[in-house]
Structure formats: structure tokens, C-alpha cells
């Protein structure tokens, strides 16, 4: 990835959590895919924090001069390859074949039903090789939201994503958008290693991170023995998984899942 100027950042749609207090009822439900999220500004692929993914031109053929946001994905676990992939300075490398471009949202368009229609209109006419549409489909009811979560979990999926009805796309977070796990899940920064004990004495306990916020917590679950011995770089961004929080909003029973080497050190997010 190359910097590109602070005022590029794209303004993102970010997701709320989903909670059984919200009837699913109609809402439009999708895979919550665990690639690396991508804002296609009409010439190049852009991250979160405004750099440029360097995709060869192969690759982007077919895709439009207008705003897309989507998701760099290459398969269910694949988080990291997926990483390595797209993160390559040199964008010319056969393996952006292994990768495809999945659309979920066209933000200059109008309600989120006539941006569906776009995007497949879209990319079938101008035939993307390397791209394709999200696959949206209504929910009926909590029990059904409950079965897809549960058949996507077991073929190794992250969880689902909920779109409400008629919603315009609005940057920030909205609850227009929400995400569905079985446990839930977020991101700090690591500013410290702990010491381990017993077994663990000659490398690394824990982690303490920083949430947005500013407070700490401790997180010593989820490490295998190689994570222990070569623990996460200070100052870099984690994602944990957690049940609940506690009143003071510290993460209970916490654990960690990976590195987000696709997110800038410092500046955790979505």
C-alpha cells in the first residue's frame, strides 16, 4: 500500500451491534465476509485509513468511475493471506488472482434496495472479472437469523451483517447497519507485555491494551504457545472477542483472535 493525502480518508458506513431487543423482521441479511475492507474511488482501491491498495490493472478492469465499498476477500479463514495479498507494494503479482472485489454498497446511490439493483446492473454490464455483488437476502424472523448464523459459523464463517430497509448510506456509525456474532467482538491497541507465569514464565502472559477511550485491560487468553513466544508489537491493533462488558465498559472475559495488520498501529476501528 502507498499514502495517499489525510482528506482522501474515505467516509465509511461503519456497523452498530445487533442485540435481541431488534426485530430482524425484513431486514436484509448477508455473510459478515472477514476480508479487508476496500473503498473503490473510481481509479483505485482505498483502506480505512486512506491508502492506496495497489491492485493490478487486470484486476480493477470493469469496475465503474463511481464509489463503491466492498471487501477484498478470498475465502472463509483466509484473513491473513488475504493481508499478505493486497498489502503488496507491487501490485502486478498473479497472486491478486487468488482475491475478488465483493461489493455490498454503491454510497451515491439512493436507498439501499436501488443500490443492490445498481451494483448487479452495474458490474454485469461492464463484466468485472474480479468482482462481484454481496448476496442479500430478507430475513423472516429472529429464529431464521438464528439458523443462518449458526450455518455460516459452521462452515468457518465470521457471523452475519443486518441492513435495514430503505437505509441511505451515512458515514459513521449507524444502526441502519449491524453486525451479528455469537460473541461479540472489537479492537485496542497494545501498549504493554506481561510476564507469564508457570508454563508460560519464559514468554509473554499478556497483553495490556488501550481502547479508544483510553482505559486498559489485560488480555491473556487466545495466544498459542508461538503467539507467546513472538507476541503482538507494541503499539500495534488486536482484535479480541469478549461476552459482555463490565459497568466501568471493560471487556469481560476476553480473547484474543489476531493481529489487524490491515489497520494502521493506533488507530483501531471496524
Partial sequence: ???????????????????????????????????????????????????????????????????????????????????????????????????????????????????????????QERQARFAGVLCQTRCADAAALAAELARIESLGGEGLMLRQPGSRYEPGRSATLLKVKTSRDAE????????????????????????????????????SDAQRQDPPPIGSVVTYSYQELTDRGVPRFASFVRVRSDVDAGRPGD
Fill in 1 to 123: 500500500m502507498s499514502g495517499i493525502d489525510m482528506t482522501d480518508i474515505p467516509k465509511l458506513l461503519l456497523a452498530d451491534c445487533w442485540d435481541d431487543s431488534i426485530d430482524p423482521r425484513g431486514w436484509w441479511m448477508s455473510e459478515k465476509l472477514d476480508g479487508v475492507r476496500a473503498w473503490w474511488d473510481g481509479r483505485r482501491f482505498l483502506s480505512r485509513q486512506g491508502n492506496v491498495y495497489q491492485a493490478p490493472d487486470w484486476f480493477t478492469a470493469g469496475l465503474p468511475d463511481v464509489p463503491l465499498d466492498g471487501e477484498l476477500w478470498l475465502d472463509r479463514r483466509a484473513f491473513q493471506r488475504t493481508v499478505s495479498i493486497v498489502r503488496r507494494q507491487c501490485g502486478q503479482g498473479d497472486r491478486w488472482r487468488e482475491i475478488k472485489y465483493v461489493a455490498f454498497d454503491a454510497p451515491g446511490v439512493g436507498p439501499f434496495e436501488e443500490r443492490q439493483r445498481f451494483l448487479k446492473d452495474m458490474l
Fill in 188 to 223: 485496542g491497541r497494545v501498549v504493554e507485555h506481561l510476564a507469564g507465569r508457570g508454563r508460560n514464565a519464559a514468554w509473554m502472559g499478556a497483553v495490556v491494551v488501550e481502547l479508544p477511550d483510553g482505559q486498559t485491560f489485560s488480555l491473556g487468553t487466545g495466544f
